[in-house]
């Protein structure tokens, strides 16, 4: 069984988290996904939480990070930029964040469209941190699986290279079943964006 170290939630307390939670404007019509951070952190570990919600209503529930793995944060950043690994800002809604594609060397994903807010951590100490000093822009931060399309349904607990900061799961069978509702909604011009709220455990 897929890990989560996230405690669990009802829909009210989510609910109410995320409407005082930073760039708050309304609960989205379409579905959104809100991202929960372990307190824990457990390095390389897919220990947090995605919450799919359609307007107000809950659908499921998902495992996965939104920290990058532990190759990346100990110095495997270094492939990308000399400064750190980007750590998404949490306690903030990033609105229409996302716009579904499918890209034929890598399958399904949520790929970033509008600018969001890192930090970069280069310490190499192998713990996601938000430290140092902000910064906002476009940095493909995108929502996709640890497995390339090609792959079987096996749910991996280990991170590895997987996330450099984006907002990956380990349930591929399930990410597959959303790929597929965004991918229907985004063709027939229903919900063309995604929107991504991220918060701490709390």
């Avoid at 996230?6 to 609960?27: C, M, N, P």
């Avoid at 749910?155 to 380990?170: D, E, L, P």
């Amino acid at each position: 069984m897929a890990k989560s170290n996230v405690r669990s939630y009802t829909d009210k307390e989510l609910l109410d988290r995320v409407k005082v939670t930073k760039g708050f404007q309304k609960i989205p019509e379409g579905y959104w996904i809100l991202g929960v951070r372990s307190n824990e952190d457990e390095e390389n570990t897919y220990d947090d939480k995605f919450y799919i919600f359609k307007g107000e209503v809950f659908q499921e529930v998902i495992t996965g990070t939104t920290h990058p793995g532990a190759a990346i944060l100990k110095g495997g950043f270094l492939r990308f930029n000399k400064v750190g690994a980007a750590v998404l800002k949490s306690d903030m809604w990033y609105h229409d964040m996302w716009r579904y594609i499918y890209r034929a060397s890598r399958g399904h994903e949520l790929r970033q469209v509008n600018k969001v807010t890192v930090y970069r951590d280069g310490d190499k100490d192998g713990k996601s941190e938000e430290i140092g000093t902000p910064i906002h822009g476009l940095f493909g931060i995108n929502f996709h699986t640890n497995t390339f399309k090609w792959y079987n349904n096996l749910v991996k607990m280990f991170i590895g290279s997987w996330s450099a900061g984006c907002q990956v799961t380990n349930r591929r069978d399930r990410f597959l079943h959303w790929m597929k509702i965004f991918k229907a909604r985004k063709s027939s011009g229903e919900q063309i964006y995604v929107t991504y709220c991220l918060i701490k455990e709390f």
